[in-house]
């Protein structure tokens, strides 16, 4: 069995729950970023002579929202969906347009999937749907 392929409509239909998903993803990186970057200002004092009791912690919620991510990651995975961008929030629904390879293009903070592009091109590669809601995409999505 293939890997899940989304017309223009079912990726709309999942984007609640994905940007739900999204959202946990990108907020609680931001906080594993803050994280660690404190964790590294203790364990740089503690080398330095003065000892940060913080330290540890610090450490231990780094891990566990590290844990939380991959978790999060691993919920759009087993949608079909493939996440691409911790700080953007960026999600690709794989799509086969006329047996053609590509992606379609969401990120956080966007309304709907208006955008696609190849599959190597990457987000700079996005290009617009056809203001005609994207007809030629919408007829060769696949459940697999």
Known sequence: MGARTFTVEQANAMLPLVRRIVDDIVTNY???KDRVQAFEVATARSAAGQPDPDAETLQRE???LA???DG???ELRALGVEFKGFDQGLVDFPAMPHG???FLCWRLGEPAVRFWHERDAGYEGRRPLEP???SHFTRSGSHG
């Open 30 to 32: 931001r906080r594993w």
């Open 62 to 64: 780094a891990q566990d």
């Open 67 to 69: 844990r939380d991510l």
């Open 72 to 74: 999060f990651v691993a």
């Open 100 to 102: 053609r390879p590509v």
């Open 132 to 134: 005609d809601g994207a």
